[in-house]
């Protein structure tokens, strides 16, 4: 889907569904691992769901089995094969993109309105160049920025 389109199927979806969304830091990240605030962040968006509705079961994009106070099930190639995992990946991204479009006025200079925090090289070059933010993963980015230990990665 182009932005645009992404962009008119959230309208939709907002007008029509009740999701939630959960977000964690780089911070969380870092600490706890990638899997550990994935659910963090689902946790989170499943508590903003029951405010409203209680949820009868829930369907899960990927293989991963995380723990839910409710039924649900891992379906590999959700966003594929189950419209309401498509929708849940449609308010995911345009959320993302929403996000980093404020980081990018919050922390100019880094592209993120361009690269959207993927690992381009424009991405790496700006991380090279102004050092990391504050948003930056810092277990990324050792695995990923070239540095040599003699030159440790500036702090910003």
């Known amino acids: 889907m182009t932005p645009e389109e992404r962009d008119e199927a959230f309208a939709w979806i907002e007008k029509r ?27 989170q968006a499943v508590a903003q769901i029951a405010t409203v509705r209680r949820p009868t079961y829930l369907l899960v994009d990927g ?23 498509a929708a849940a990946s449609i308010v995911a991204k345009v959320t993302r993109d929403r996000l980093l479009q404020d980081m ?25 160049r102004l050092g990391p933010c504050p948003t930056h993963r810092r277990t990324f980015l050792h695995a990923s920025v070239p540095h040599t230990p003699t030159a440790p990665l500036p702090q910003r």
């Open 17 to 43: 569904c009740t999701f939630g969304i959960g977000i964690v830091g780089a911070d969380v990240i870092d600490a706890h691992g990638i899997l550990t605030a994935t659910e963090t962040a689902m946790q």
């Open 63 to 85: 293989r991963d089995k995380f723990w839910f106070d409710y039924p649900h099930s891992s379906v590999i190639d959700g966003d594929v094969l189950e419209p309401c995992i």
């Open 104 to 128: 990018a006025s919050t922390f100019p200079g880094y592209g993120f309105e361009q690269h959207k925090a993927y690992g381009t090289a424009e991405h790496f070059a700006a991380i090279n």
